[in-house]
Each structure stands twice: as structure tokens, then as C-alpha cells.
């Protein structure tokens, strides 16, 4: 079995590493936080930490990042401590963060030759990634999914493989820039029940029974109506999928207006300091449109 290493240990990848880690994976783990790979592999079997991403990529044949942006994966692959520093060949480096094709595409020119390289981004929040069922959906050679879907298949339940290198991300930035837009939809919709003096008990589910039926009202009309933004997926994590959905939307010559608007409410949102807080917490931003906050008594004239 090959021992595998896993970069980043935040709210996902902590949760993904250890259903690895339970499934009887050996793993050698590091993160940039100091000190907290170290404690994380304390507490499970066959895991052990290093200081270093060079110091995985020797120990290991199989690496896995899942780290915040291309930044983090472009420096955590480069450098005199990097990834690519280890040299070899063989190895297979999959990257399950959310960069961006372009960035993923950088990363896989940057890798030394006789790697190989997955871009395979995930959908489904912190509750998925510790019960394993989220979305894979992965870019690059049919071999290497191939090699890598009995690790895909511990950590979710739909695995895909969605086309060549970049298409796992540009995928996943399709899926999450209609999420964002979704969710911002909700917030809309119960803001505007509110303040006509609907029933929102009733209208959640009316709408969950109908044609308005989405999973972020399932997930987030609760939520946004205690104000309770414990945070699945971080607001400012939200915003910079949509940004780079955009992004590349822009370089196909397609418009996402939808996606624009909700990249504009979700940046209002974080200057209302909600950035580290739950992107249910968008209704923030529509609350500071309409002067009015769920839970208000209707006005009347």
C-alpha cells in the first residue's frame, strides 16, 4: 500500500485525512500551522508529521493538497522546502483545493518530469468531508484517476472524472458560483417574506416542497434566520471561487450576471466582517439593501 502524504489540515482537509488515516491509509501529514500536524497525528495510527513538504514528498508516492488558493499550492509545490525539491519519479501529486484551472495548470507544469498530476476539487462542506460522502470531480490522465480512486472513494461517494487537467476546477467553480447564487437567492426571498408579513415558516416549506426547493434552502434558510453563521464554508472562501469562476467566464466571453451581482453582495458581506463566518452570512449584505433585519416586525405605512 502506498504510504500517502496529505498538505493542509484545515476544516476539510482534517477531516479528509482522517477518514484516510481510519481506512487504514498510512499517512505522512503536514500543514503550515506549526505544531498542529503534529497533534493531529498523535491521535491516529500509521500517521506520522514532518516540518516540511519535502520532507512528504520523499516519504511518500502519492501526495494530496488541500490548501486555500493557488498561492498556497504554487508555494507549498516550489521553494527550497517544496515539493518538487524531493525529486523522483512516479509520483502522483492530486490537488483538491479550489485554484482555479489556470493555477492548476501552472502547478502541473511546475512539477518535476516523472510526476503526475490531478486537479480534483470537492464540493460538499465540513459535515461531508467527515463522513466522506462528499464530490470529487478530477482532471488530468485516466491512469492517474485510475490509481487514485480507491483514496477518492474514502473520502466521497460520487467521484468523477471530468475531463483534462484544469476541467475538476472549472467544474467546481461552475458548481459553487450557483451555489453562492442560490444561497443569495434565499436570503432575498426571506427577506422579502418578512417584511410583506409572510409566514417564513410557511414559505420554507412551501418553497422546499416546490419549485423554489434548492439544497441551500434546505441548508441555509435556517441559518440566516437565527443569524447563526458557524462556519461549513468560509464567506471569503465563497467569494474567491466566485471571483475565479468570473474570472475565467471573462476569458470565454460569456457573461455571468447572476454570479457578478452575488460576488458583489458577498464582498459587502465580508466588509460587514463576515468574511471567516458561514456565506449563509450574504444575508448581511441584502439585510444592509433593504435597512431591516430578519425578525423585524413588519412596517407599516
Known amino acids: 500500500m502506498d504510504r500517502i502524504g496529505f498538505l493542509g489540515l484545515g476544516i476539510m482537509g482534517s477531516r479528509m485525512a482522517a477518514n484516510l488515516a481510519a481506512a487504514g491509509h498510512p499517512l505522512t501529514v503536514w500543514t503550515r500551522t506549526e505544531g498542529k500536524a503534529q497533534a493531529w497525528a498523535a491521535e491516529r495510527e500509521g500517521a506520522d ?8 514528498a520523499a516519504a511518500c508516492d502519492v501526495l494530496i493538497t488541500m490548501l486555500v488558493d493557488g498561492d498556497q499550492v504554487a508555494g507549498v509545490v516550489g521553494g527550497p522546502d517544496g515539493l518538487a525539491s524531493a525529486g ?10 479550489t485554484i482555479g484551472p489556470a493555477a492548476a495548470r501552472e ?10 498530476f490531478l486537479d480534483a476539487p470537492v464540493t460538499g462542506s465540513s459535515p461531508r468531508a467527515e463522513d466522506g460522502t462528499l464530490t470529487i470531480m478530477a482532471g488530468g490522465a485516466a491512469v492517474d484517476v485510475a490509481r487514485a480512486r480507491p483514496l477518492f472513494e474514502v473520502m466521497g461517494t460520487l467521484v468523477l472524472h471530468v475531463g483534462g487537467t484544469g476541467q475538476g476546477q472549472m467544474v467546481k467553480l461552475i458548481n459553487n458560483a450557483t451555489a453562492a447564487v442560490n444561497a443569495g437567492t434565499v436570503a432575498q426571498a426571506l427577506l422579502v417574506g418578512a417584511a410583506t408579513g409572510v409566514d417564513l415558516d410557511a414559505l420554507v416549506q412551501v418553497m422546499g ?9 434546505d441548508l441555509k434558510a435556517a441559518p440566516m434566520r437565527a443569524h447563526a453563521y458557524d462556519t461549513l464554508f468560509k464567506l471569503e472562501h ?10 475565467e467566464a471573462d476569458r470565454a466571453g460569456v457573461p455571468f450576471p447572476a454570479a457578478a ?7 459587502a458581506a465580508r466588509g460587514r ?3 471567516d463566518d458561514d456565506f449563509a452570512a450574504i444575508l448581511e449584505a441584502y439585510e444592509g439593501l433593504a435597512g431591516r433585519r430578519l425578525g423585524e416586525a413588519r412596517r407599516t405605512t
Do not use: F, I, N
Not at 49 to 56: D, Q, R
Not at 88 to 97: A, E, N
Open 49 to 56: 508529521a514532518v516540518a516540511t513538504p519535502a520532507e512528504v
Open 88 to 97: 523522483g519519479s512516479g509520483k502522483l501529486l492530486v490537488d483538491m483545493s
Open 107 to 116: 502547478v502541473a507544469a511546475a512539477l518535476p518530469a516523472g510526476w503526475s
Open 209 to 217: 416542497a416546490g419549485s423554489g426547493a434548492s439544497l441551500m434552502l
Open 238 to 247: 465563497m467569494l474567491k471561487d466566485v471571483r475565479l469562476c468570473l474570472e
Open 261 to 267: 451581482a452575488t460576488r458583489d453582495a458577498l464582498v
Open 273 to 275: 466582517g463576515h468574511g
